[in-house]
């Protein structure tokens, strides 16, 4: 049964959620205070628009809880530690892509490189370290992700959310999850159902910015390098779906980023991605239907393309964007995966060369099951979908 909108505003009451995130955390700065002034808002609009059951109440509001004592915590290492912010993560190699289009194979490929600095579902889960860890024991964070993230759960009780992407707390994972700390961002983020409201709310608002959020995440890729030892010849690997409907905000804040952009066709990648995500909604209420979170995707992503196009000619970035076929990806990875460490200046020992080789050997497409969609069965067509995405199509699909 869905919980009502008094329910909601209740259990999301922004003073209570800090109340509590300072009882764990003992500490009472949670960085640049625009982010409390944007989670007032966010919890504001949940309040109108989040359709979930107790339990997927409970979710949405630890999620919030856990990422405010993140948040404080990690104010304080860089107050004690101001290194942190030193650290150089100028240079990475990021994964272009909508969702569905081969984005995850090639991230988890390359994400076997011990050369390359990736992020896991523990450390997104939980990107500060933990008040009782002990040096040279396991990292207390990775059993706690199998506790607290959801999605990490509802990947091994729902086989129709593993078929399409499996969660594992030390399984390398889209930074994606990274921006939901920025209560600022309408990313696909953990315990992060849909809402309309706060949507228009990010595409209209400019403090903080959308330049803003990527400042903040990279203070989290500096603070994830610094606890593993600092960059010692490696770079990072970076992966978030919507990145390329922010190429200004990348290329400011990533100035030296190589980038390699998979292309699918959208009328296999939207009906994929809606099939996922109405599968990943349901850890927070098991009786979602497609038609209430599937026009919000759409123009989601039907927005970042737009931004997407307009940038990658206006920016004059087709000889900067590496651009591969969802297809090679798919059969033959190998040879992209050279050129794309051929244009980062990165290092392909043939080392991880034959453990990116093992690992598509062990984890070949459908291994945890088929992961079946249509366009039919979310009320779309192929004229819809061109509609909407033509101008992608006729560029990089059927060019």
């Given amino acids: 049964m869905l919980v009502d909108r008094n329910t909601v505003a209740a259990a999301l009451d922004a003073d209570q959620l800090l109340k509590e995130a ?185 403090i903080p910015s959308e330049l803003d959020n990527y400042k903040y995440v990279k203070s989290l890729f500096q603070y994830l390098q610094w606890q593993q030892g600092g960059r010692r010849g490696r770079r990072w690997l970076m992966k978030h779906e919507t990145n390329h409907g922010r190429l200004d905000e990348v290329l400011t804040v990533y100035p030296k980023a190589t980038l390699v952009h998979v292309h699918r066709d959208p009328r296999a990648s939207v009906p994929s991605l809606l099939k996922l995500m109405v599968e990943s909604y349901k850890a927070i209420n098991p009786d979602v239907a497609a038609a209430e979170i599937s026009p919000l995707l759409i123009k989601r992503a039907v927005d970042v393309m737009a931004r997407y196009l307009e940038a990658r000619d206006r920016l004059d970035l087709d000889d900067r964007i590496y651009d591969v076929p969802y297809e090679q990806i798919r059969s033959n990875p190998m040879p992209v995966f050279r050129e794309i460490y051929r244009r980062a200046g990165h290092v392909l020992t043939p080392e991880s060369e034959a453990l990116m080789l093992q690992y598509e050997l062990k984890n070949e497409q459908g291994k945890h099951g088929a992961h079946k969609y249509s366009l039919e069965q979310f009320g779309l067509t192929e004229e819809m979908i061109r509609r909407d995405f033509g101008a992608y199509i006729d560029r990089f699909i059927e060019a």
């Fill in 22 to 206: 300072i009882e764990i955390s003992g500490l009472t700065d949670f960085g640049d205070p625009r982010s409390i002034d944007a989670l007032r808002v966010m919890v504001k609009c949940y309040a109108q628009d989040l359709q979930v059951d107790a339990g997927g109440l409970n979710t949405v509001r630890n999620t919030i809880i856990r990422q405010l004592v993140n948040r404080a915590r990690f104010a304080r290492d860089v107050a004690l530690h101001p290194e942190i912010l030193e650290e150089d993560v100028s240079d990475p190699i990021i994964i272009l892509g909508q969702p569905r289009s081969g984005t995850t194979k090639t991230h988890r490929m390359l994400g076997v490189d011990p050369n390359l600095l990736k992020t896991y579902m523990w450390q997104l889960t939980n990107p500060a370290p933990f008040p009782d860890a002990e040096p040279g024991k396991p990292d207390p964070r990775i059993a706690a992700a199998n506790f607290q993230d959801e999605l990490i759960h509802a990947s091994n009780t729902n086989p129709e959310l593993r078929a399409g992407h499996l969660y594992r707390s030390e399984e390398v994972q889209s930074d994606l999850f990274l921006f939901g700390m920025t209560f600022n961002c309408n990313t696909l983020s953990s315990g992060r159902p849909p809402s309309p409201s706060y949507y228009e709310y990010t595409k209209i608002r400019t």
